[in-house]
T-cell receptor, first 113, second 115 residues
């Protein structure tokens, strides 16, 4: 296990609703990234947070937003949920300045109906 | 970041060496090769990375060809717990400071270890 925890484990939402997913990074890691993994696909980079600011983003619309807190934990918020948002959402942490040895959590499985 | 090409799936007998190939023919001089794996129902796990020299750690060895256009991940004595999807990724910087690039995962190779 990596020390990265995510909550909740599973979640079911209805189209149009909003959802918040949470991540606690590994101790000492100051950079957190979020990924979306659709069934049968590799994870896709959503964004990265460092020093409580978003400093990198993949090809995701603005309704995907996030926060990082002073203790380096993070939230992913998705507004106006769509059926295609159903996926495994992964959080990964690392130390800035280190190589891309990212430590992933177990993920949150989101189902949108 | 350069694209990578991996076989969709591979089988290997338990106890034998598993050799997973990756082509990255458009890799540039400052790009590193990283390997991650994802066991079913878990998040991806870092395995190893390298620039041009061969690398070895407690999990695996990484062999990079001299022209750096391909690499092979070697699991020396595969066990059933090594059954997973293995991802080969190239990245433009080892120390990215505060910024910005996430990992670009393809579909990877589904390695199945047979008893």
């Amino acid at each position: 296990e990596t020390g990265v925890t995510q909550s909740p484990t599973h979640l079911i939402k209805t189209r149009g609703q909003q959802v918040t997913l949470r991540c606690s990074s590994q101790s000492g890691h100051n950079t957190v990234s979020w990924y979306q993994q659709a069934l049968g696909q590799g994870p896709q980079f959503i964004f990265q947070y460092y020093r409580e600011e978003e400093n990198g983003r993949g090809n995701f619309p603005p309704r995907f937003s996030g926060l990082q807190f002073p203790n380096y934990s993070s939230e992913l918020n998705v507004n106006a949920l769509e059926l295609d948002d159903s996926a495994l959402y992964l959080c990964a942490s690392r130390m800035t300045g280190e190589a891309y040895e990212q430590y992933f959590g177990p993920g949150t499985r989101l189902t949108v109906t | 970041d350069a694209k990578t090409t991996q076989p969709t799936s591979m089988d290997c007998a338990e106890g034998r060496a598993a050799n997973l190939p990756c082509n990255h023919s458009t890799i540039s001089g400052n790009e590193y090769v990283y390997w991650y794996r994802q066991i079913h129902s878990q998040g991806p796990q870092y395995i190893i990375h390298g620039l041009k020299n061969n690398e070895t750690n407690e999990m695996a060895s990484l062999i990079i060809t001299e022209d750096r256009k391909s690499s092979t991940l070697i699991l020396p004595h595969a066990t059933l717990r090594d059954t997973a999807v293995y991802y080969c990724i190239v990245l433009s910087s080892m120390y990215s400071g505060g910024g910005a690039d996430g990992l670009t995962f393809g579909k990877g190779t589904h390695l199945i270890i047979q008893p």
